[in-house]
């Protein structure tokens, strides 16, 4: 079983790492350089994003150099993983929907121990990883804009709590994944987002699309492999309490 305690001693070990502050969009490296996108008619691949944390009192608890500032998005018949990874791999977070069997995912993988907890996917019930998320409402726009080689549309964003500065969004609808932002508190929003913001656990972060290819992608990536051990939602909260 789990043990609360192996992960009390990592994180005093090797600091404190936000990564379940990304789980919405959930990934670490050099953000890559903004290239156009010549062929659009696929749905199969990834989008890579680069992530920008707002210097706030309550992240100024974390270690800012172990702030992952990558993000990749796997699809694949409608079902993604989004995954954040630091330190060369040593710590993983990622968050699958897999809209064959209903079910979401989170995983994490801390040094040699790998975890899961699993949930099913309901109409108009957030997964875990949201239920935190100051609540926002969306007001879609008739702007337009070119964004990657993809059209875009706008639509402004703004927080109940006016104190959290609003923010734009841009998405397409020329990437063939339906539904994309289902179960998500974007799930008004009908196409795929290049740009936006979230707020999770204290944690403001500015989110961007840097790159979009067509690739194979395994149907492995959405399935848990056999070396994770499952978890029930009151050790999962332990562990999220130790990241805030």
């Known amino acids: 079983m789990a043990s609360i305690n ?15 502050a990304i789980l919405l969009v959930l990934t670490l490296v050099t953000p890559l350089g903004c290239s156009r996108v010549a062929d659009k008619d696929f749905s ?5 994003y680069c992530i920008e944390f707002e210097d706030t009192v309550a992240v100024s608890a974390f270690n800012a150099n172990m702030r992952p500032n990558r993000m990749v998005i796997k699809f694949k018949d409608n079902n993604t993983i989004n995954k954040v990874e630091g330190l060369s791999g040593a710590f993983s977070f990622a ?12 995983l994490i993988k801390l040094l040699n121990k790998k975890l899961y907890y699993e949930e099913t996917l309901e109409q108009d019930n957030y997964p875990f990883a949201y239920r935190e998320m100051p609540e926002f409402s969306i007001v879609k ?3 337009t804009l070119e964004y990657l080689g993809y059209n ?38 009908e196409g795929v987002m290049l740009k936006f913001s979230t707020v999770l656990f204290n944690q403001r972060m500015s989110v961007l699309a840097t790159s979009i290819k067509s690739s194979k992608i395994s149907d492995e990536e959405f399935v848990i492999s056999p070396d994770h051990e499952a978890i029930g939602l009151d050790v999962l909260n332990e562990i999220a309490e130790l990241v805030k």
């Open 44 to 48: 199969e691949g990834f989008i890579e």
């Open 152 to 189: 875009c549309c706008v639509a402004k964003a703004t927080f109940l709590d006016l104190s959290i500065a609003p923010f734009d969004i841009y998405y397409t609808n020329e990437i063939s994944i339906p539904n994309p932002n289902s179960n998500t508190p974007f799930n008004q929003i």
């Open 95 to 106: 968050f699958i929907q897999n809209k064959m069997n209903s079910k979401a995912y989170t």
């Open 6 to 20: 192996y992960f009390k001693h990592l994180f005093s070990v090797a600091g404190r790492v936000p990564f379940f």
């Open 141 to 143: 726009t008739t702007d």
